[in-house]
């Protein structure tokens, strides 16, 4: 059985999620007491028909003391050989003031207190911090539409295999903040910068003038060694972990040249390796899912069994 726990902030998108996956064929149950998640196994082993995938929404509506005890619960249910991926999904909250006001509803946390909307908002973090911590996939939602976001979890979560690392590489500018779901930042403002050339402004770092023009500079070699050195010493130690997903996150000023070359530089690099590779560049508004080498992979199995 494979089991999805959709959880995260009040207006982030959870609804959405879920639907997404009602729609691929999940049997999907919202706003379930966490405290019912072992009795919910128990019901659907053993009472036909069979559900091989199931997905359930836990957010703040529940019991604080059911939340706290989130961990202990989620790690019962892994003991008795259920695959399980827990996917957080956020936004700041400026932006999740701004979806409450447009649509006019009620934050869960306000009702029967005399909480303020920012309040609520404030208190939920805490509230599902204990989710946050042991989430498998953290989703930033801020600037996905709603169809963004289904693709996002069709493509992350439903289709996620079991045992491998799903490894994205995503570039952003700092000027619209850190991306809420990196792993890993790393800030490469300090290399130099082709926006200020009028003649390459309207180019992004996956054209060859921009690309042409960064590799010009030791420094910039220097970085993408140093990051790359830095994970291939450590990639190891998350596959070893068993580790579901890792966003690394590569930002500059604008997220349109630097940060972008050294995303799809990284990409590259890593494109051996035994992990489901996926590439975001998040101010151009592309996301990318690359191919595995499969033959680059396939020669090395070779290797290893000789």
Same mark, same amino acid.
């Given at each position: ?10 207006? +982030? ?14 049997? @999907? ?24 995938? $199931? ?10 003391? +059911?939340?706290?005890? &989130?961990? $202990?619960?989620?790690?019962? $249910? ?11 999904? !956020?936004?700041? @909250? ?12 009620? %934050?869960?946390? !306000? ?7 920012? *309040?609520?908002?404030?208190? *939920? ?34 289709? %996620?295999?079991?045992? #491998?690392? !799903?490894? =994205?590489?995503?570039? &952003? ?8 779901? @990196? ?29 042409? &023009? ?18 291939? #010493? ?9 580790? +579901?997903?890792? /966003?690394?996150?590569?930002?500059? =000023?604008?997220?349109? %040249?630097? +940060? ?33 080498? !499969?033959?680059? /992979? ?9």
């Amino acid at each position: 059985m494979r089991l999805v726990i959709i959880s995260g902030r009040s207006g +982030s998108g959870k609804s959405i999620a879920l639907q997404a996956l009602e729609d691929l064929g999940y049997y @999907a149950i919202d706003n379930l007491p966490a405290n019912l998640l072992a009795p919910l196994i128990d019901e659907l082993r053993s009472a036909p028909p069979a559900r091989p995938t $199931v997905a359930v929404s836990i957010d703040a509506r529940n019991l604080r003391e +059911s939340l706290e005890r &989130f961990p $202990v619960l989620l790690e019962a $249910v892994r003991e008795r050989d259920i695959e399980v991926q827990v996917v957080y999904l !956020t936004a700041d @909250a400026k932006i999740l003031l701004e979806r409450y006001s447009a649509t006019r509803r009620r %934050h869960p946390l !306000t009702r029967g207190n005399d909480m303020t909307l920012a *309040e609520a908002i404030e208190h *939920e973090q805490e509230y599902l911090a204990p989710i946050r911590r042991v989430a498998d996939l953290v989703v930033d939602t801020r600037g996905l539409s709603v169809h963004d976001l289904r693709a996002r979890i069709g493509d992350q979560v439903a289709r %996620h295999t079991g045992g #491998r690392l !799903t490894l =994205t590489f995503e570039s &952003f500018g700092f000027k619209r903040g850190v991306p809420l779901d @990196a792993d890993m930042v790393f800030d490469v403002r300090c290399l130099p910068n082709p926006f200020w050339d009028p003649e390459l402004r309207s180019y992004d770092g996956r054209d060859a003038k921009i690309i042409e &023009f960064l590799e010009g500079y030791a420094d910039v070699h220097a970085m993408a060694g140093d990051i790359h050195a830095w994970l291939n #010493r450590w990639l190891p130690a998350y596959l070893a972990g068993h580790r +579901s997903y890792l /966003t690394v996150a590569i930002g500059c =000023t604008g997220g349109h %040249h630097r +940060s972008v070359y050294l995303v799809e530089r990284l990409a590259h690099h890593f494109h051996h390796e035994a992990v489901d590779l996926r590439l975001r560049h998040r101010e151009l508004n592309v996301n990318t899912v690359l191919p595995p080498n !499969t033959e680059e /992979t396939a020669s090395r199995g070779a290797d290893a069994d000789t």
